[in-house]
């Protein structure tokens, strides 16, 4: 796909950018060689190819699920302007 400078102008329109004629011309040369890529891969035959979620088959090693840190709730709550039921209470901000 060949793009012009007028479809360049377009999207940058679109995309409320403000280029002049150096930047228009760069822009069209990039997004030329993207569209060549894009039909490059396009190309490539992938009947009977199983689509994948992530392009290596690996897992993630998980830690074990279980409580690491002492709870210091209290000690947190010592310091706070205003607590109540554990919870702390902030000024209201929304009407």
């Known amino acids: ?3 012009s400078i007028a479809d360049v102008q377009k999207v940058a329109h679109l995309a409320r950018l403000a ?3 150096a930047e228009i011309e760069a822009a069209k040369s ?3 060689g993207i569209f060549e890529l894009i ?3 396009q190309s490539v035959d ?3 190819i199983e689509p994948m979620s992530h392009a290596q088959d690996l897992s993630q090693r998980l830690r074990e699920d279980k ?3 002492t709870d210091q709730r209290g ?3 010592s310091i706070a302007p205003q607590v109540e039921s554990g919870l ?3 000024p209201q901000v929304i009407e």
């Open 39 to 41: 039909e490059e891969m």
């Open 67 to 69: 409580v690491t840190e």
């Open 30 to 32: 990039q997004l030329s």
């Open 88 to 90: 702390y209470l902030v």
């Open 1 to 3: 796909m060949s793009l």
């Open 46 to 48: 992938t009947k009977g």
């Open 19 to 21: 280029m002049n004629n």
């Open 75 to 77: 000690l947190f709550q």
